[in-house]
């Protein structure tokens, strides 16, 4: 059993840098594939970025590709997620899962935090 709680979301303005985390319980932590995951008003969930278990380099999705960096500390059990040059379009509630599978799809997820709110403002 893992619990997730995200933090570090806030209001900012376009062009601006927020970093939110992702913490953990749980000692079987360091086996899990996290991934960030967004969803905006009126959108579908979608998948932004993986940290493998393994250390293995993180993937993207291309919308924030360049822009965002994810990083991970097992000794904290805590999973960053860096957001740079940020726009209105990344407004979004934005969530973190663990799962044991590699995917950017979100029903390969066993569990999810509760999100925290990322708005930008142009």
């Known amino acids: 059993q893992v619990q997730l709680v995200e933090s570090g979301g806030g209001l900012v303005q376009a062009g601006d840098s927020l970093r939110p985390s992702c913490a953990a319980s749980?000692?079987?932590?360091?086996?899990?594939?996290i991934g960030w995951f967004r969803q905006a008003p009126g959108k579908e969930r979608e998948f932004v970025g993986l940290?493998?278990?393994?250390?293995?380099?993180?993937w993207y999705a291309d919308s924030v590709k360049g822009r965002f960096t994810i990083s991970r500390d097992n000794a904290k059990n805590t999973v960053y997620l860096q957001m740079n040059g940020l726009t209105p379009e990344d407004t979004a509630v934005y969530y973190c899962?663990?799962?044991?599978?590699?995917?950017?799809?979100?029903?390969?997820?066993?569990?999810w935090g509760q999100g925290t709110q990322v708005t930008v403002s142009s």
């Open positions: 899962a663990a799962g044991r599978r590699i995917s950017n799809w979100r029903e390969a997820y066993d569990y």
């Open positions: 749980g000692r079987t932590f360091r086996t899990y594939n």
């Open positions: 940290s493998f278990w393994s250390s293995s380099s993180p």
